[in-house]
């Protein structure tokens, strides 16, 4: 039973143009929230994270807001970049018990 | 070198056989994870430990063992490889401090 969803597989951007990856949870016991970005045939890297006491955390380009009364969280990149082309994964975890990740959603920012 | 550093980065095996895969962090930190990624289905956790001594099961812990005697190592091993356990498997330390998962570079295991 997964407990963190990403249900777009895959998102196409512009460059320049804003990235809107989502997240939907089922568990309200989640109090953490975490992105993820990785490359092929490489390790995730962290990007950003949000507690539940909060709803928008900002670091550069990136802005993660989190709804918990719809158990859903976003992550807004903005501007995209090429570099910006990766699988980003969502991840939640309820008092450092168990980091539980969605499936990911592969971002493909053109020129 | 700080950080957290798996081995093998490749690995091929047969079918039946045992194998052991390995995780170092250099941080101290309490909790690690094991993860195996598959295509559609993400990250996926097996098993994870709080600290040494603690481990407890993720979801899909079904034909792997983990150990984690000291606090720097967490080895995951398949007691008796399965084709369906073909995967990356990725190991992950949690720096509670700064609330971040540090990962490593990932195993690639085969089993055939």
């Known amino acids: 039973d997964q407990q963190v969803k990403q249900n777009s597989p895959s998102l196409s951007v512009q460059e320049g143009r804003i990235s809107i990856l989502n997240c939907d949870y089922t568990?309200?016991?989640?109090?953490?929230f975490l992105w993820y970005k990785k490359y092929p045939a490489e390790g995730p890297t962290f990007l950003i994270s949000i507690s539940s006491i909060k709803d928008k955390n900002e670091d550069g380009r990136f802005t993660v807001f989190l709804n918990k009364s719809a158990k859903h969280l976003s992550l807004h990149i903005v501007p995209s970049q090429p570099g910006d082309s990766a699988v980003y994964f969502c991840?939640?975890?309820?008092?450092?018990?168990?980091?539980?990740f969605g499936a990911g959603t592969q971002v493909v920012v053109t020129p | 070198d700080a950080g957290i550093t798996q081995s093998p980065r490749y690995k091929i095996t047969e079918t039946g056989r045992q194998v052991t895969l390995m995780c170092h962090q250099t941080w101290s930190h309490s909790y690690m994870f094991w993860y195996r990624q598959d295509l559609g289905h993400g990250l996926r956790l097996i098993y994870y430990?709080?600290?040494?001594?603690?481990?407890d099961k993720g979801e899909v812990p079904d034909g792997y063992v983990v150990s984690r005697s000291k606090t720097e190592n967490f080895p995951l091993t398949l007691e008796s490889a399965t084709r369906s356990q073909t995967s990356v498997y990725f190991c992950a330390s949690l720096d509670l401090v700064n609330t971040e998962a540090f990962f490593g570079q990932g195993t690639r295991l085969t089993v055939v």
């Open positions: 568990n309200s016991m989640f109090d953490y």
């Open positions: 430990s709080a600290a040494a001594d603690i481990t």
């Open positions: 991840a939640a975890s309820a008092s450092w018990g168990k980091l539980q």
